[in-house]
């Protein structure tokens, strides 16, 4: 039997009903939960804790670093109010930024339930959703668009990965459920960059200040100006750490994440979106002003092309042993001159000159707004690749010339400008992969420098084709 009511009834319900879907360090797969003192008091604060038995928080956020099981207690609180909550026709909805990601809290549920043969006695369990028929009940995942979420009536829902939703989604979420009696919508995240319009952040800043008795509010974070190899300060974003998340794995990540993403996915900390994206001093290491390219050596240029307000960056990279970077000429407007516009004859040339100064096996540049000049280089014999700025090419590219920016893969002419450049890129991540971002799509701080070099690196650090082989045929 479990009790009437109150955060002790959800555990209870937790640890009869709900087992391990997955096994590893500290957990065995198929065994029943046991929670964590930390897991009880947030369930407690979550459902009937902090406030009376009659009277629940509407709308709440749980923050806290990965891997400390928040998409596992966020699927057992998903079925306690399917099954155990005695809400006739109660409906649950998991949302994530698109269907895959979820699903994945969702395959944590059908998976509890295929566990116990209780549960699955009770629930009918289809591929996006589980049915309870005798209280007409339902789970169900949805991606996180507003069209899908219209016409919705739940009880519980769980917004999953808070810092890649939109407003739009969440409005949706909270207003659905205005018809049920104590609705709650929970949203699960680790925090994101420090960007106060990401929707995360404004909950984040709504839950500390404490004032809103509607609104559930816990987070694990370390202190702001903690050292990232501090074991003592880990388990406060961490507190799993040492039962199911292994403390000389989270040391490895120290070791080898760039210090901003370890911050923030492991020390759940709001990081400046500034320069974030490469650890202190990477950049400036790798400069060799004693190095330059030597006129008919083979090298790749990159350009990155803009139209007014924006600049345009020619650079070069050295083919061969360790690829030496260079910017070759950079057209970008100076403050309070909006009329600015791009001297295009003057790109054109600029690489004319480039390719006889050099033996340039390409010229790697995005066509959008430039097909014009392309097709004419092209037609003069210059050796132009497209390369479209799709996530496609672009994650991949940023991954690798990270890796070479970090461990000394590379050198650089140590110009000024192009340090700039690469101090204001900041990395977006999504489903599609982490590539080089502007800090926001208004933003005055430039990039385009750093990515012409990304776009040439890139390639010159990629074998040539091969020559085709010639057949000489013989008559004897």
């Not at 899908?148 to 949706?172: C, I, K, Y």
């Not at 600015?340 to 480039?354: K, L, M, N």
Request: aromatic share 6%.
């Amino acid at each position: 039997m479990l009790p009437d009511s109150g955060g002790d009834r959800v555990i209870a319900f937790i640890e009869e009903f709900c087992r391990l879907p997955k096994g590893g360090f500290g957990a065995t797969a198929g065994a029943p939960i046991r929670l964590r003192p930390w897991q009880r008091q947030r369930q407690r604060q979550i459902v009937h804790g902090i406030y009376s038995a009659d009277r629940r928080p509407r709308q709440g956020v749980v923050s806290v670093a990965r891997k400390n099981g928040k998409s596992l207690l966020a699927a057992c609180l998903a079925l306690y109010h399917l099954l155990a909550d005695g809400v006739e026709s109660a409906e649950v909805v998991i949302v994530s930024s698109d269907e895959r990601t979820a699903k994945v809290i969702f395959s944590l549920c059908r998976r509890m339930v295929e566990l116990d043969p209780r549960l699955s006695g009770v629930l009918q369990t289809y591929a996006d959703k589980l049915v309870h028929p005798a209280s007409d009940s339902v789970l169900e995942a949805l991606p996180g668009e507003w069209s899908r979420l219209q016409g919705r009536n739940p009880v519980f829902t769980v917004a999953d990965e808070l810092h890649v939703m939109s407003p739009d989604v969440w409005d949706a979420l909270t207003m659905a459920g205005g018809t049920r009696s104590a609705p709650l919508t929970l949203g699960i995240s680790t925090e994101c960059d420090d960007d106060d319009q990401n929707l995360l952040a404004r909950l984040v800043e709504h839950g500390r200040d404490g004032e809103d008795e509607d609104f559930f509010f816990i987070e694990f974070t370390a202190p702001p100006d903690c050292a990232v190899d501090d074991r003592a300060v880990w388990a406060a974003a961490n507190p799993q750490l040492g039962h199911t998340l292994d403390p000389d794995h989270l040391a490895a990540m120290a070791r080898t994440s760039r210090e901003s993403r370890f911050r923030r996915y492991h020390l759940n900390q709001r990081v400046s979106i500034d320069g974030a994206w490469l650890p202190a001093g990477a950049w400036e290491s790798c400069a060799d002003p004693t190095v330059s390219i030597p006129d008919g050596a083979e090298v790749v240029l990159g350009l990155d092309g803009s139209f007014s307000q924006d600049c345009t960056a020619l650079a070069v990279v050295a083919c061969g042993g360790v690829p030496h970077v260079d910017l070759v000429e950079l057209w970008e407007a100076s403050e309070g001159h909006p009329e600015y516009r791009v001297p295009i004859a003057d790109v054109e040339e600029a690489v004319r000159q480039a390719c006889k100064r050099w033996k340039v096996r390409e010229v790697e540049a995005d066509p959008f707004r430039w097909q014009r000049t392309l097709q004419a280089l092209d037609a003069e014999g210059i050796p132009v690749i497209e390369y479209p700025q799709s996530p496609a090419r672009m994650s991949p590219a940023t991954s690798r010339f990270y890796t070479a920016v970090t461990n000394g893969g590379l050198t650089h002419s140590g110009d000024l400008r192009l340090a700039r450049h690469v101090r204001n890129c900041v990395l977006r991540e999504d489903a599609r992969g982490a590539r080089l971002s502007k800090a926001s799509k208004d933003s005055h701080r430039r990039i385009d420098a750093a990515v012409s070099c990304l776009m040439a690196f890139d390639r010159a650090t990629v074998a040539p084709p091969a020559a085709p082989k010639v057949y000489h045929v013989y008559e004897f």
